[in-house]
């Protein structure tokens, strides 16, 4: 399979990493809490950190409130919760797919939905890049109808995330080896371990 991260997605990262982020930076956000759900070695990820905010931290528990105030700074912080689905596509949508764009080329039938996408254990290649990949088989269908035709020609995967603060956007698109037909009355399944994506 072939894959390419969407020009929109792209952007993100690329204002993340030479931009001027700010605290609403959603590719920020989700790396750091990416990698810290995959990094076992504590010591390693806070030293990732810049050490002004670490001195920061430890100033706020060795503080007058102590840990009461650092702990009630924390409980501030909302719980974040990321969904990520499967979608099938009919064609390539192009680098300048968007959430908005996605159903233009997606399947139209009934009994076809996106599929929650669950990820494995993240891992942390030698470039720093943290990628997952799809942790079980997702399963489509079965089809009851199709829009015009009986038989659904599926080309690509779209990997989507939205997040619990409103965020959403197309991360990958990825093309399946070979072309395959989805026909009424039928369940197509895509086995665990075939998607891999980049999960800042």
């Known amino acids: 399979m072939t894959s390419y991260v969407p020009r929109q997605a792209g952007d993100d990262v690329t204002r993340a990493v030479v931009g001027s982020p ?12 990416n990698l810290w759900a995959a990094q076992p070695n504590r010591t390693a990820f806070l030293g990732m950190l810049p050490k ?26 909302p719980t974040r919760t990321v969904t990520r689905r499967a979608h099938l596509l009919t064609r ?3 680098r300048d797919i968007t959430m908005s764009t ?3 080329g ?3 039938a009934d009994g076809y939905l996106a599929q929650p996408l669950t990820l494995g254990p993240v ?10 990949s799809n942790a079980a088989d997702i399963q489509f269908g079965p089809v009851t109808s199709g829009s015009v035709e009986t038989v659904i020609t599926v080309t690509h995967v779209a ?23 989805l026909r009424v009355g039928e ?12 999960v800042a």
């Not at 670490?54 to 009630?72: E, H, I, K, R, Y």
């Not at 891992?123 to 997952?132: E, F, L, S, V």
Request: negative net charge; aromatic residues 4%; without cysteine.
């Open 22 to 33: 700010d605290f609403g930076n959603t590719t920020v956000t989700a790396y750091l809490h």
């Open 187 to 198: 369940s197509v399944a895509i086995k665990a371990g075939t998607l891999r994506v980049g």
């Open 106 to 108: 997606e399947v139209v």
């Open 123 to 132: 891992t942390i290649d030698a470039q720093g890049r943290t990628t997952a």
């Open 159 to 181: 990997l989507t995330v939205v997040t619990s603060d409103g965020q959403s956007r197309v991360l990958s698109v990825i093309e399946v080896a070979e072309p395959f037909a």
């Open 92 to 94: 390539d949508p192009g």
């Open 52 to 77: 002004g905010l670490l001195q920061d931290l430890a100033s706020m528990v060795a503080g007058p409130d102590g840990v009461a105030a650092f702990t009630s700074a924390v409980s501030a912080v």
């Open 102 to 104: 996605l159903g233009q």
